[in-house]
Nanobody
Framework: QVQLVESGGGLVQPGGSLRLSCVVS????????VGWYRQAPGKQRELVAH???????NYADSVKGRFTISRDNAKNTVYLQMNSLKPEDAALYYC????????WGQGTQVTVSS
């Protein structure tokens, strides 16, 4: 059974930074494209960024230049460094593979407010 445990969220002021982490267990992590997704209240879940097993990355236009995704295959962990945060970045953040998805974790809440 694949398990995803996200952490690192919190309350930050606009312009601030956070680093999210997601530990993946129960699967051959390094074999998959993995990504970060987010869901704000009343909105659909959206892809924020993903990274291939070889380290190639792709970002949503809304976060390009501000967010950086990375992975440590030895630790079965994917990270999301978020800089220059905006109020519209506030959401519940999840990690997962590309579709078909693993069972979703609990997510980590990011709140951006002054």
């Amino acid at each position: 059974q694949v398990q995803l445990v996200e952490s690192g969220g919190g309350l930050v002021q606009p312009g601030g930074s956070l680093r999210l982490s997601c530990v993946v267990s129960g699967t051959f992590f390094r074999g998959y494209v993995v990504g970060w997704y987010r869901q704000a209240p009343g909105k659909q879940r959206e892809l924020v960024a993903h990274i291939t097993s070889g380290g190639s990355t792709n970002y949503a236009d809304s976060v390009k230049g501000r967010f950086t995704i990375s992975r440590d295959n030895a630790k079965n962990t994917v990270y999301l460094q978020m800089n220059s945060l905006k109020p519209e970045d506030a959401a519940l953040y999840y990690c997962n593979r590309n579709s078909p998805f693993w069972p979703w974790g609990q997510g980590t809440q990011v709140t951006v407010s002054s």
